[in-house]
């Protein structure tokens, strides 16, 4: 649902079924998300106005969220715990070797379109720090050389 058709539909759905909702707006950019995979710039007005707000409202509320995306998510995202237990078993050199392996930042995706990088703050894997997690799969123990073969595998699978 990634035509401009699409994603209008999306948007319009999504205000049309939770605009009288209390508190409508964070329901309404999650259901939006759920739908886009991200949050589009060309929505904000339209959902302002629906709720009566002003787009920098709107606008303010999704860039304060790290959930919220701007930009679509690339085909894999892939989470790094940033946890306690997840530091002080190593996840700062898997952040680092992950920024440098996939060639972004958080909150970046690949330019082939292929990954998406976001910090996560608890995956619930204390016991096996550090952890991601890529799309719906978690992953314990991580090292730059299993980060490697995990990817390697989903780029073959492309």
């Known amino acids: 649902m ?11 759905n999504a205000i049309a079924s939770l605009k009288d909702k209390p508190g409508a707006l964070l329901p309404i950019l999650h259901s939006v998300q759920d739908a886009l ?17 002003s787009r920098a409202e709107v606008h303010g509320v999704v860039s304060f969220y790290h959930y919220f995306r701007d930009t679509p998510p690339g085909k894999h995202t892939v ?14 050199q898997l952040e680092s070797h992950i920024k440098s392996k996939l060639g972004i930042d958080f909150h970046e995706t690949t330019a082939d379109g292929k990954f998406s ?3 996560v703050y608890c995956l619930g894997l204390c016991a096996r720090s550090p952890s991601m997690q890529i799309d719906d799969s978690v992953y ?11 990817v390697n595998e989903l780029e073959t699978s492309l």
């Not at 990634?2 to 319009?12: M, P």
């Not at 904000?44 to 629906?50: D, G, L, V």
């Not at 946890?83 to 996840?91: D, Y």
């Open 140 to 150: 314990g123990r991580v090292t730059g050389d299993r980060f490697d073969e995990i």
């Open 37 to 53: 995979g991200y949050i589009p710039a060309d929505s904000i007005p339209e959902i302002a106005k629906a709720l009566n707000l």
């Open 117 to 119: 990088l976001e910090p």
């Open 79 to 92: 989470h790094v715990c940033r946890a306690e237990s997840c530091q002080a078993m190593g996840s700062k």
């Open 2 to 12: 990634t035509d401009l058709n699409g994603k209008q539909e999306a948007v319009r």
